[in-house]
């Protein structure tokens, strides 16, 4: 009896736990459309810009001091935005050189409002300045920024 009971009782821990046990969902199938539309969005939320469009914007201090533009967008591997490229000094991009910025450092505004009408089709897709509390001369001495 002793015997039997251990062989019941090993064969219980040798076979897997089907109950914790998954599988994906196959593609095609409800299941997976289901999933997937959890996981993306169909419109942007408020506060949310095209990357496409913040290059170019004009970068400022709080003096009001333009400080340069926003040149490149810089992206971790897993999808973050890591930092900002922002051309400074020069005159009409003679002279001028890329310093980098974690995003985190600027404060994107939009004085004219989020949106120019009342749909999204009208919404202004991209801010209109980003600040940076930093001098033109503290951006001088920054590290140089080489792709």
């Known amino acids: 009896m002793k015997t039997s009971t251990l062989l019941v009782a090993a064969a219980l821990f040798a076979t897997p736990a089907l109950a914790q046990t998954t599988t ?19 419109q942007a939320a408020t506060g949310q810009w095209r990357a496409s469009k913040l290059i170019g914007v004009g970068v400022y201090n709080q003096q009001n001091e333009k400080l340069g533009d926003i040149n490149e967008l810089i992206m ?20 001028e050189r890329d310093v980098m910025v974690p995003l985190d450092k600027l ?7 989020a ?9 202004q897709w991209y801010p209109d300045r980003a600040e940076l509390n930093a001098t033109k001369d503290q951006l001088k001495d920054m590290p140089e920024f080489k792709y």
């Open 24 to 42: 994906a969902p196959q593609p095609g199938t409800p299941a997976a459309t289901n999933q997937m539309n959890q996981q993306t969005m169909p």
């Open 76 to 95: 971790t591997s897993n999808g973050q935005v890591s930092g900002a490229v922002i051309g400074v000094g020069g005159f009409l991009g003679i002279g």
């Open 107 to 113: 404060t994107f505004r939009n004085e004219r409002g």
């Open 115 to 123: 949106t120019t009408g009342a749909g999204t089709a009208d919404r």
